[in-house]
């Protein structure tokens, strides 16, 4: 069965949403409702073991999940009906292969995410059931869109601050693919201020050259910080003291992230602008000057346009791939 193939309606169908990040992976049990239907399962990724190895390892947490309901509720196996996949990379999310991929893991473009673990799950007895894939921001603003911080919004820009920067666009309840699966990739929009830093794709000047956690921390050190500090949460916290170093390229990645948000949002015009990985869970040392550049930059009729915290944390993209699998069961809207 393909990833598009979808079968007949289910009353009440459970399906799996796993998270496949370079460094773990989580999954759990979801109803077509979008609550989790047993307890979360989180294992480390393999991810410098190779592409057959990370498929083994998404097929053995699905099968723990699944295990584990079914030890809820003894006497009642567990009947699982479709698997969701948000993972790391540009997914063709038509054939659930991925088309690119950083060296997050090894090996991982051109893997056929669906078949693979499709096959290790009949292999494990669970029957040929639909596989659904997708990137995983993508399927971070899925969760948010569908349950979380933009649930009753006709349109929501999506981005998240982290490792990376990565954004989706979620129209009603549709997420925006594009001709080439990067729709909403905002991390590679060239940014002011990041003209001469290297991004993490090979080229200069995009937002996530500026804006991400390790460039966030590569700054400060460039900049003379000390090279004690381990991290962009160390850097934070140097700001909150007062360390005018830290302060400063705190305050660049913010304004940088702002001015870029007021130009995307004035091309796509979206209801609502949703924040979320862990530069979102900072202070207002940088809320402030990223809502007051971003406030400065918006046209009238975009005065309004809402930025907000994202609200289901690391739960999003389980629930936002499990929707996916849902979808193929036309078991949700």
Same mark, same amino acid.
């Given at each position: ?71 809820? $509720?003894? *006497? ?9 996949? !948000? @993972?790391?990379? #540009? =997914?063709? /999310?038509? +054939? &659930? ?43 971070? $603003?899925? *969760? ?9 919004? !006709? @349109?929501?820009? #999506? =981005?998240? /601050?982290? +490792? &990376? ?43 996530? $050259? ?18 004690? /500090? ?104």
């Amino acid at each position: 069965m393909s990833t598009t193939d979808a079968a007949p309606p289910l009353s009440t169908p459970l399906v799996v949403g796993v998270d496949l990040g370079g460094t773990k992976m989580a999954a759990a049990l979801v109803t077509a409702d979008g609550a989790l239907a047993g307890p979360l399962a989180s294992v480390p990724t393999p991810a410098r073991s190779g592409p057959e190895a990370v498929l083994d390892a998404i097929a053995s947490v699905v099968d723990t999940v699944v295990s584990a309901g079914t030890h809820q $509720a003894p *006497g009642a196996p567990v009947a699982v009906s479709a698997v969701g996949v !948000g @993972s790391a990379g #540009v =997914v063709n /999310v038509s +054939t &659930g292969t991925i088309v690119s991929a950083t060296d997050a893991i090894t090996g991982w473009t051109g893997t056929s995410v669906a078949t693979g673990v499709r096959s290790r799950l009949v292999a494990q007895g669970y029957g040929d059931m639909p596989v659904h894939v997708e990137n995983d921001v993508d399927a971070y $603003a899925g *969760g948010e869109a569908w349950l979380g911080a933009g649930r009753d919004a !006709g @349109s929501v820009l #999506v =981005v998240a /601050v982290g +490792t &990376g920067v990565g954004g989706s666009v979620v129209i009603n309840g549709t997420t925006v693919r594009g001709a080439h699966y990067v729709a909403g990739e905002i991390g590679h929009v060239p940014a002011p201020g990041a003209e001469n830093e290297m991004c993490t794709c090979g080229r200069r000047g995009h937002l996530e $050259a500026i804006a991400a956690g390790p460039q966030i921390h590569r700054r400060y050190l460039a900049a003379g910080g000390d090279p004690e /500090v381990a991290n962009a949460f160390e850097v934070e916290q140097r700001a909150d003291a007062g360390d005018p170093i830290a302060s400063l390229v705190y305050r660049d990645s913010a304004i940088a992230l702002g001015k870029v948000l007021a130009g995307v949002v004035a091309v796509l015009d979206p209801e609502r602008v949703v924040l979320s990985g862990g530069l979102a869970r900072a202070g207002e040392l940088w809320w402030a000057p990223l809502r007051e550049t971003f406030r400065a930059e918006l046209i009238d009729p975009l005065a309004d346009v809402p930025l907000v915290r994202a609200e289901l944390g690391t739960n999003a993209p389980i629930i936002g791939a499990a929707r996916g699998a849902l979808r193929l069961l036309g078991a949700t809207a």
